[in-house]
């Protein structure tokens, strides 16, 4: 699924404009202006920082929960 998306971003954004940072980012930009919706950038961009915080979140919680699930067994 990941190779689609990167498939995708190299379809919208010329190579040459690529960041390896924020290439994400940089293809909405080129994509919102190209249709004039640069008011949705804003959105996207937050949209994908509370994506990040989110996943970050699952991450820490699941280990979390996980060793006190080894710890109430005893292990």
Request: aromatic share 12%.
């Amino acid at each position: 699924m990941l190779a689609f998306a990167s498939l995708a971003l190299t379809c919208v954004v010329p190579p040459e404009q690529l960041n390896l940072v924020s290439g994400v980012i940089d293809a909405f930009v080129i994509f919102f202006n190209a249709y004039h919706w640069q008011w949705m950038i804003p959105i996207i961009v937050l949209m994908i920082i509370l994506s990040g915080i989110g996943c970050l979140a699952a991450w820490i919680i699941g280990s979390a929960k996980g060793l006190y699930a080894a710890a109430k067994r005893g292990m």
